[in-house]
């Protein structure tokens, strides 16, 4: 059992590339074997399927060439031109000239330049005519072979080539047309076989040999006219393989045969090459399992050692992975729970300093407010005595402002302090912008009891005066506070009609620093107290005004809190 426990030990990178070498040349073996042994049949099923498809095509070929002739005669054997013309008993050359040089030329010359394979088109006529060669020629000048064998039947002639004699239809006389194609009709449509290593044997339907072409090796007729009785299969004949095919529209029979030894040089020319791919194969799989074993290994041992860092207290995550198996995986969760982990502990610090932060601007604002009140209520009844009302007022408004924002020490108040705070900071602002602007207040008082951290509405408040309204060249200018509840939650909205703001620096303006209790801090600080559900929302257009809305939960204002 050594050696179990040697391969039990052995590194994974080692383990990986060994079984990936032996699964590949177990594979390759099996697949050589199998590919040689039916290499042979199934080339040669190929060839003989390809064989019966090359002779059907040449079959569809021929048929439909001489069927495009048939369709021409029978549209002429009907023609009332052709026929007067046959049947007509002329009383004299000219009459004879005139209609045939009317009629019957230009129709058979205009069927000739649309049917490039028609060589000759004649009109044999029984009628007293003379000769109008080549189109019009009397019935006694036909050849007595064509008449016998080729009359409404395709043959082949020696003389004439391939050709067909039609009589025409309500013809009282011996009155026919004869069709011959061009020489080379059969070689365009056999031609190519030879040079796939076919040999090709046509009869026609009276059993002449119309076309022959043998391959390498022989040199007269392989076939006989009776042959067909093999029609529709293949079968082996003196070292060949043999098919034919009869064309039922002309009853012709077309033999396609091709040596065994084409079949057997074609299958070997096959092995060499088989037996190189299979090397190369090998080769391949040697190279691609060191190539597998090395990546999936690496990146076990990057992880190993990023962990390994980690454990000793360097927080740098290094591994990445962009693939997307088990490896990858598993390092994409590594590297998630450790982005994770590292930004909890950001957040809980970040949410510490905050906190102090606010818990020391709490305690500045708690040093002595009483002495302020007392100074601020003495002034106001001072200026109050000596008549000047405005500036009574005004510093009224800030000792509202100054109580309602100090709150005691307290951090949360409730909607209706929050909306006293704001508008004596706005009447003040009004009095120190020289009544620059207009306010307006849309409040539900359902809402005054509700909850709301202090102060978290006035640094809105000022940056749509400071930054919004004063910076604004409009000659009427406005401000509206609206607050309205939404469900669960209330929804606070600040809108001026000022300045406006640009689109790059909107997009900054919740995440950069300002100097004092900004836009930023009032994001912080909702999201502090009650998560990233809720805080700014901000709409604004360079030159015509800005939208803030804020979102906060509705809740009670309890008695400790107050």
């Known amino acids: 059992m050594g050696w179990v426990n040697h391969i039990r030990d052995l590194k994974y990178k080692y383990k990986v590339m060994v ?7 177990i594979c390759i073996a099996v697949l050589w074997s199998y590919t040689v042994h039916e290499t042979h049949s199934l080339l040669t099923q190929r060839s003989l399927l390809d064989m019966e498809n090359q002779l059907q095509q040449s079959a569809a070929a021929l048929d439909h060439q001489l069927q495009l002739c048939d369709n021409v005669l029978g549209s002429l054997s009907i023609n009332n031109s052709v026929i007067s013309a046959a049947e007509h008993e002329y009383t004299g050359y000219y009459e004879m000239y005139d209609i045939f040089s009317n009629q019957v030329t230009p129709l058979f010359s205009s069927v000739l330049t649309f049917n490039g394979d028609i060589a000759q088109l004649t009109l044999y006529s029984a009628s007293n005519v003379e000769r109008h060669t080549p189109w019009v020629l009397p019935t006694d000048e036909l050849s007595e072979t064509i008449r016998l064998q080729g009359e409404n039947r395709w043959i082949y002639d020696t003389d004439q080539g391939v050709c067909k004699l039609q009589k025409l239809v309500s013809s009282c006389g011996e009155n026919y047309l004869y069709i011959q194609l061009h020489d080379d009709v059969l070689e365009r449509l056999f031609g190519s076989l030879s040079s796939q290593g076919y040999g090709v044997t046509l009869f026609d339907s009276c059993g002449n040999v119309a076309y022959d072409v043998p391959p390498n090796g022989l040199t007269s007729v392989f076939f006989t006219a009776n042959s067909g009785k093999h029609t529709g ?10 098919s034919c095919r009869t064309v039922e529209s002309s009853g012709w029979t077309i033999y396609l045969y091709q040596s065994k030894g084409y079949f057997w040089n074609r299958n070997w020319q096959m092995v060499p090459g088989l037996i190189g791919i299979s090397v190369v194969c090998l080769m391949a799989a040697v190279l691609t399992s060191l190539l597998l074993s090395r990546l999936a290994v690496t990146r076990i041992e990057n992880l190993a050692a990023n962990i390994r860092q980690l454990r000793e207290g360097q927080n740098e995550i290094w591994v990445q992975s962009k693939s997307k198996d088990e490896i990858g995986y598993l390092t994409d969760e590594f590297i998630t729970m450790m982005q994770l982990i590292q930004h909890l502990i950001k957040d809980v610090y970040r949410e510490q300093l905050i906190r102090k932060e606010y818990q020391i601007q709490m305690l500045r604002a708690q040093i002595n407010p009483h002495f302020l009140y007392n100074t601020l209520s003495a002034i106001r009844w001072k200026t109050l005595m000596n008549g000047d009302e405005e500036a009574s007022e005004i510093i009224n408004q800030l000792s509202v402002f100054y109580r309602t924002a100090l709150n005691k020490g307290r951090e949360f108040s409730n909607v209706e302090n929050e909306m006293k705070n704001i508008r004596a900071y706005i009447t003040i602002q009004k009095e120190l912008q020289s009544h620059l602007f207009q306010v307006s207040y849309h409040v539900d008082s359902s809402l005054y009891p509700c909850k709301i951290p202090v102060m978290i509405l006035q640094p809105i408040v000022e940056n749509a005066i400071l930054h919004g309204l004063a910076s604004s060249r409009k000659q009427d200018r406005s401000l509206s506070l609206s607050a309205f509840g939404k469900g669960r939650d209330m929804i606070f909205e600040i809108r001026d009609d000022g300045a406006g703001i640009e689109a790059e620096q909107l997009k ?5 620093k300002t100097n004092g209790y900004g836009m930023k801090n009032v994001q912080e600080r909702i999201h502090l107290l009650y998560g990233n559900e ?5 709409h604004s257009i360079r030159g015509e005004g800005t939208i803030v809305r804020v979102l906060l939960p509705k809740e009670p204002l309890t008695d400790v809190e107050n």
């Open 19 to 25: 079984g990936c070498i032996l699964c590949c040349l």
């Open 233 to 242: 299969q293949i079968w082996e004949q003196d070292g060949f393989f043999c």
């Open 508 to 512: 900054q303006l919740l995440n950069s």
């Open 534 to 538: 809720y805080g700014l929302e901000i």
